[in-house]
């Protein structure tokens, strides 16, 4: 199965510097895969997506990068503001016949001094 | 984007009685919806995929006869946790996609704290 559950690495950095988040999978069947910005008591929220038939897709101030080789997933924050604080998860598909079950990683803390 | 909205936010209960927490996809009809538990500090966890008018999959070691779950409709799931134990406390948070490999859209979570 994927990694789950276990406690949440930190980052820090400086506002306006640029923030780049990983996340590695293990389930080479995954073709979909999303980050989620998480602040405190509340659920996830939907930041940006990538299909496997794709390597990079930019949003807004956000990149993400999918090496389908490694099985690595990264999300790059330009500028990063001190409201980006918050734990970030990466999320991907697993199912049969095209079944979307989000399944998220560790997740990472970010944190941003101002 | 699609609203899901979850209810209660917060609930207190005593050990040995049952909660129910209700998720709704307001804008949107959800024929899957997701129930996760989250630890704090710790991921989200897949707990059982709700399915409207069938019987929800559970993953495995979640207790179905504990975690209740009811999809009667399609833009309401409710989970109810029978009677409740401290170690039940937890952050329990629903989704609801779309479609197939679509986003799914989050609850804003609810903190069950059982005394």
């Known amino acids: 199965g994927e990694s789950v559950g276990l406690h949440l690495p930190t980052l820090s950095v400086q506002e306006g510097d640029n923030s780049i988040i990983n996340c590695a999978y293990s389930n080479s069947a995954s073709d979909y895969f999303i980050w989620y910005k998480q602040e405190s008591g509340k659920g996830p929220q939907f930041i940006i997506d990538i299909r496997s038939n794709m390597d990079k897709r930019q949003g807004q101030r956000v990149t993400v990068l999918l090496n389908k080789t490694v099985k690595h997933l990264s999300l790059q924050i330009a500028a990063t503001q001190p409201g980006d604080s918050a734990v970030y998860f990466c999320?991907?598909?697993?199912?049969?016949?095209?079944?979307?079950?989000?399944?998220f990683g560790r997740g990472t803390s970010l944190i941003v001094h101002p | 984007g699609a609203v899901v909205s979850q209810h209660p936010s917060r609930v207190i209960c005593k050990s040995g009685t049952s909660v129910k927490i209700e998720c709704r996809s307001l804008?949107?009809?959800?024929?899957?919806m997701f129930w996760y538990r989250q630890f704090p500090k710790q991921s989200l966890m897949l707990m059982a995929t709700?399915?409207?008018?069938?019987?929800?999959?559970?993953e495995q070691g979640v207790e179905k006869d504990k975690f209740l779950i009811n999809h009667a409709s399609l833009t309401l799931s409710t989970l109810t946790v029978t009677s409740a134990h401290p170690e039940d406390s937890s952050f329990y948070i629903c989704?609801?996609?779309?479609?197939?490999?679509?986003?799914?859209?989050f609850g804003q979570g609810t903190r069950l704290t059982v005394v």
């Open positions: 804008d949107f009809q959800a024929t899957t």
């Open positions: 989704s609801a996609s779309l479609g197939v490999n679509t986003e799914a859209f």
């Open positions: 999320a991907f598909a697993i199912g049969a016949g095209g079944s979307y079950i989000p399944t």
């Open positions: 709700s399915n409207e008018g069938s019987k929800a999959t559970y």
